[in-house]
């Protein structure tokens, strides 16, 4: 078929929107961690639940057993890991029933860097995983909760869920967590905590001291910043005109308090973000992490925009993360949520192989596992599937220099036992740019095998321009493409 007669797949967000992160799978909690100029973002792995008769039922959050994982060097094209199945009988921790709202840390220990994360079982503790990778294969070092009802000073938490984890400077690490509105305490529920950290990231060290949190919900977050520890929460919805007076928050928006020292005391010191229904649609409660990468200050949270996009209104939700700027007085202000999202800070190598699985938006296809026999404890590479004539990704900012690019090729196999038979189109700077190669795919004979292919270039290029990979026909995945050098 000719590229003038495909009919492109509509996506669930603006192809030049960075929010929300993914539109492959749904993502709520965020939780980021920063190593080697990577962004990890961890999250809990919503999705939908369905009545007898297929529809989509309300989220209920029963049913969430795994923790989805994706990673930036530039904060724009973002690589899918997949999903780390955290909890259940079939996960890594079979003594949880559920994981929810994900933290991680990483420390050297022995001379090699470890990676730990942490999750809530429902509302009733949290435990702890451990890794040699940021993405895994994680294990389960304890075999039971780090913090459960008989941890001391614990047994009150109505919620004992949401944890956030804050490496000091000094290499002391602290667990912040709680939430939950006892009756009778709106504005008092008494229910933070923060406790310090083992040297092995997988114990505790002292008794956790109560944190007094105004109006708390949920949701604890903490960061430092030029000497202060910031505790920032979700308030509860129980917010009355008092309240609103005493700290001008409202319910369901992201507060922030203050202190010089990681346990406390802290005082209230403003609110930061107001409610994402109030600015998207579709209001719920907010879960957020801030966090610095390359020297700008950013916030994840989530919102029901992709929901909302499918036609769906049932608890679902999706990433975001927009910038912001610490300023000198130590405040941090009202921060903007965006579609549009954040600039990017580096571009892609158009000559080095880049996975397939990483892109700024796309339509239509999935990601799976490259070896479908995997357990997915994680530590997996995961590649494009369920591809449909239309389907695309939009890779943002590829580099090209001023080199002099011969070749397309791109690492395909055949998906199952379907016979693959498409075309793979590339263009720049839009859909309906300049076309750079066709692809064409047949003939691939081991579905379990990736095979390289490579066409000529039809036009040259060179500086920093959008690539697009658009898809026609079916019965084939992709793992990675690149370009190629002429050789003088």
């Known amino acids: 078929m000719d ?4 009919t492109i797949t509509k996506g669930y967000k603006g192809v030049d929107d960075t929010n929300p992160l993914m539109t492959q799978r749904f993502g709520a909690d965020p939780y980021a961690m920063v190593y080697k100029d990577r962004v990890y973002i961890y999250m809990t792995a919503d999705a939908f639940e369905y009545d007898s008769v297929r529809s989509v039922r309300e989220n209920t959050y029963s ?10 060097d530039d904060m724009v094209n973002f690589t899918d890991h997949g999903s780390v199945n955290a909890a259940s009988g079939e996960g890594v921790a079979k003594w949880a029933r559920n994981s929810w709202a994900p933290a991680a840390a990483w420390k050297e220990i022995d001379g090699k860097d470890q990676f730990f994360l942490y999750f809530a079982d429902a509302g009733g503790g949290i435990g702890v995983l451990q890794a040699d990778s940021p993405t895994g294969p994680f294990r389960d070092p304890l075999g039971k909760g780090l913090l459960t009802r008989e941890t001391p000073n614990c047994a009150d938490v109505l919620w004992l869920f949401d944890p956030a984890v804050l490496m000091d400077d000094d290499g002391r690490a602290y667990l912040y967590f709680g939430g939950g509105v006892p009756e009778g305490k709106v504005a008092s529920p008494g229910t933070g905590r923060v406790v310090g950290l083992g040297a092995d ?24 910043a030029g000497g202060k520890y910031y505790y920032t929460y979700c308030t509860n919805w129980q917010v009355d005109a008092a309240g ?3 700290y001008g928050f409202h319910s369901g928006e992201i507060a922030c308090l203050v202190s010089g020292s990681p346990m406390g005391p802290f005082v209230y010191q403003e609110t930061i973000l107001r409610n994402p229904g109030s600015v998207f649609g579709l209001s ?34 999706c990433t975001h993360i927009d910038a912001f700027e610490m300023q000198v007085d130590g405040t941090i202000g009202e921060i903007r949520q965006t579609l549009r999202g954040r600039k990017q800070i580096r571009y892609v190598d158009a000559y080095q192989e880049n996975p397939a699985a ?27 599937t369920d591809i ?15 080199g002099l690019p011969e070749k397309f090729a791109a ?19 839009s859909l309906e740019g300049e076309v750079l190669a066709e692809l064409p795919i047949k003939d691939l004979a081991d579905e379990q095998k990736f095979t390289e292919c490579a066409v000529p270039l039809l036009a040259s290029v060179q500086g920093v321009h959008d690539l697009y990979l658009i898809f026609d026909g079916e019965g084939y995945e992709v793992k990675s493409w690149r370009f190629y050098e002429r050789k003088i």
């Not at 590229?3 to 495909?6: V, Y």
């Not at 049913?63 to 930036?72: E, K």
């Not at 997988?202 to 430092?224: A, C, N, R, W």
């Not at 395909?412 to 075309?423: F, I, K, Q, Y």
Request: glycine share 10%; hydrophobic share 40%.
């Open 3 to 6: 590229i003038r007669e495909l």
């Open 358 to 384: 990483c892109f700024a938006a796309m339509a239509g296809v999935d990601t799976i596992a490259e070896d479908r026999s995997d357990q997915n404890a994680g530590g997996i590479d995961m590649v494009l």
């Open 411 to 429: 690492a395909v196999r055949c998906a199952g036992n379907r016979t693959a038979d498409g075309t793979v189109w590339v263009r720049i700077d």
């Open 284 to 317: 719920g409660n907010n879960h957020h992490c801030v966090f610095q990468f390359q020297d700008q200050w950013y916030i994840a949270y989530h919102t029901r925009v992709l929901e909302q996009a499918m036609g769906v209104e049932k608890g679902y939700r």
């Open 388 to 402: 449909g004539s239309g389907d695309f990704i939009k890779v943002a900012g590829v580099d090209f220099a001023e």
């Open 244 to 246: 609103t007076q005493q």
């Open 63 to 72: 049913r969430i057993h795994q923790i989805n994982v994706i990673s930036t």
């Open 201 to 224: 990231m997988i114990s505790i060290v002292g008794e956790p001291q109560t944190i007094d949190v105004p109006y708390l919900f949920e949701d604890s977050g903490i960061h430092k």
